[in-house]
T-cell receptor
Framework: QQQVKQSPQSLIVQKGGISIINCAYE??????FPWYQQFPGKGPALLIA?????SEKKEGRFTISFNKSAKQFSLHIMDSQPGDSATYFC???????????FGQGTTLQVKP | GAGVSQSPRYKVAKRGQDVALRCDPI?????LFWYQQALGQGPEFLTY????????KSGLPSDRFFAERPEGSVSTLKIQRTQQEDSAVYLC??????????????FGPGTRLTVT
């Protein structure tokens, strides 16, 4: 079944702390795993993405960790800032169309 | 450069009315996607175009939903005889490549449809 399960549903972190959001998938055909950030009233914005041939990818304060055998991947936000407060979605895709299957979303609140 | 734009940003329709939602993708992007996002949920795939060809419409919820991209650039999502369950944000995304060339999708701001 093409499903991506995301947790937690909501997360509160203090400024400067590490935010961690987890996703799990079932379909082993998935070969692209992006994370999107969405602010209220805006469309999702691509943050960072990974393919299954690497176990970790870092861009600035954002890191994706990928565990192919466990079929899990996670987003780590280092030194979290109040401006990071948003909803985060993991997603996965495969095949010739590249259509994205999204997780349910995590609402992150970073307290100053 | 200009991103993906969508119009209108907000649409209120009475139940039974037809609506048309427009998407202007990033210039030169081959692939175009439509997604539906219900309140508090992740986006769900509706349909996919590669240039003017609609290659995947497996996510369209009923035959009341129709999408087109006649010249391979601008796309329109049409919903006929709108129902209250159609109320959602409709997102358009475009991607430079097609198929396995690149997967990075860039989203527009969405159109919030409210059916009363």
């Amino acid at each position: 079944q093409q499903q991506v399960k995301q947790s937690p549903q909501s997360l509160i972190v203090q400024k400067g702390g590490i935010s961690i959001i987890n996703c799990a998938y079932e379909n082993t055909a998935f070969d692209y795993f992006p994370w999107y950030q969405q602010f209220p009233g805006k469309g999702p914005a691509l943050l960072i993405a990974i393919r299954p041939d690497v176990s970790e990818k870092k861009e600035g304060r954002f890191t994706i960790s990928f565990n192919k055998s466990a079929k899990q991947f996670s987003l780590h936000i280092m030194d979290s800032q109040p401006g990071d407060s948003a909803t985060y979605f993991c997603a996965a895709s495969s095949g010739n169309t590249g259509k994205l299957i999204f997780g349910q979303g995590t609402t992150l609140q970073v307290k100053p | 450069g200009a991103g993906v734009s969508q119009s209108p940003r907000y649409k209120v329709a009475k139940r039974g009315q037809d609506v048309a939602l427009r998407c202007d993708p990033i210039s030169g992007h081959v692939s175009l996607f439509w997604y539906q996002q219900a309140l508090g949920q992740g986006p769900e795939f509706l349909t996919y175009f590669q240039n003017e060809a609609q290659l995947d419409k497996s996510g369209l919820p009923s035959d009341r939903f129709f999408a087109e991209r006649p010249e391979g650039s601008v796309s329109t999502l049409k919903i006929q005889r709108t129902q209250q369950e159609d109320s959602a944000v409709y997102l358009c995304a475009s991607s430079l490549g097609a198929g396995t060339v690149t997967y990075e999708q860039y989203f527009g701001p969405g159109t919030r449809l409210t059916v009363t």
